[in-house]
């Protein structure tokens, strides 16, 4: 097991390092003078030279490819200011990581390999999980976000220096997001364009409701600032019965919480209180199975516990 741990190591590495010596980047003919003031030394490391120019390479191997396990959208609706190569990157290397530290530590292959394989897929959850944060955030923010419209069409202003009021005043995410809108606005896009699609990029039913009322309004005329308070108004009711509705499943929530985490505590338990009490689950053939087909029911039954606990209203 050692000698195909080892074998797979020095595969990867030589792979690496072949790709790094027939793909060099290009670099210009002043760069590599001695005298050029790029050479000169600027306190970048080795070791960050070679993860920026790592990076630089998946990214643009992952755009050749038109696919990538991450995709710059959802890096920019999480709010991380990463690129999809700077997070194959980091986690190919932390999974190596965890390898290499965990058959060290166990002497066990099959651990070894299962607990690299969970490092993709929580940090697509962890993608997942900052995605829906930032979302929730944004809409938590619209009370407060048509007030500042509001005073501001009260105040005589027209309703784009309203969205630029909000862009300033207002906290991330709904100042980034209305940044946007105002930018996009600028290099031509429709303005009611721009807010219809912040609201389908954030996942908003409420301000989709608000870029409808501003294009009817446009449509129709009318008082705007009469328009934005009775959406204000029903966004404030909605969020009561939203409220209420979060109230009611908590009880639900918490068994979901406390049966998804009894399968790794109790494990942990076992493995601290009788270390040896788990070895057949990861020695043997049997115990193998069971672990595999053991996942797939725990993240079947997660799914399952989810769907019942989010209610639609």
């Known amino acids: 097991m050692a000698l195909l741990l080892g074998g797979i190591g020095a595969t990867v590495l030589a792979a690496v390092l072949l790709f790094m010596t027939f793909a060099p980047p290009k670099v210009a003919v002043e760069r590599r003078r001695p005298m050029s003031k790029e050479n000169h030394d600027d306190g970048t490391t080795v070791l960050t030279s070679t993860s920026n120019y790592l990076v630089a390479r998946t990214d643009r191997l992952l755009r050749e490819a038109s696919w990538a396990p991450v995709s710059a959208h959802d890096l920019e609706l999480a709010g991380l200011a990463m690129t999809p190569g700077a997070v194959v990157v980091s986690v190919v290397a932390v999974s190596a990581a965890l390898l290499i530290l965990t058959y060290v530590f166990t002497a066990s292959v099959f651990l070894a390999v299962l607990l690299a394989l969970l490092v993709p ?8 999980l900052a995605i ?12 407060e976000t048509l007030q500042i419209i509001a005073s501001s069409l009260r105040a005589g202003h027209s309703f784009q220096a309203a969205v630029d009021a909000v862009a300033q005043a207002a906290e991330p995410p709904t100042s980034e997001e209305f940044t946007r809108v105002i930018n996009e606005h600028r290099i031509g896009r ?3 364009v721009a807010l219809t699609q912040t609201a ?6 409420d301000f989709r ?25 029903t966004m404030r009711e909605r969020r009561q019965v939203r409220e209420q509705v979060y109230a009611l499943s908590a009880e639900g929530r918490f068994s979901a919480i406390v049966l998804m985490l009894l399968p790794p505590i109790g494990a942990g338990a076992f493995v601290l209180l009788n270390p040896g009490y788990m070895d057949p689950l990861v020695t043997t053939t049997t115990g193998k199975i069971v672990i595999a087909c053991s996942l797939v029911m725990y993240v079947i039954g997660g799914f399952w516990i989810k769907k019942l606990v989010d209610l639609e209203y």
């Open 121 to 128: 897929a929580g940090a697509k959850i962890a993608l997942v």
């Open 132 to 143: 829906d944060r930032r979302q929730k955030a944004f809409t938590d923010q619209l009370d």
């Open 190 to 192: 429709d303005l009611i």
């Open 200 to 205: 389908d990029r954030m996942n908003s039913e």
């Open 209 to 233: 409701w608000v870029a409808e009322a501003v294009a009817v309004h446009r449509e129709t005329g009318g008082n705007l600032n009469e328009i934005i308070d009775r959406v204000g108004a």
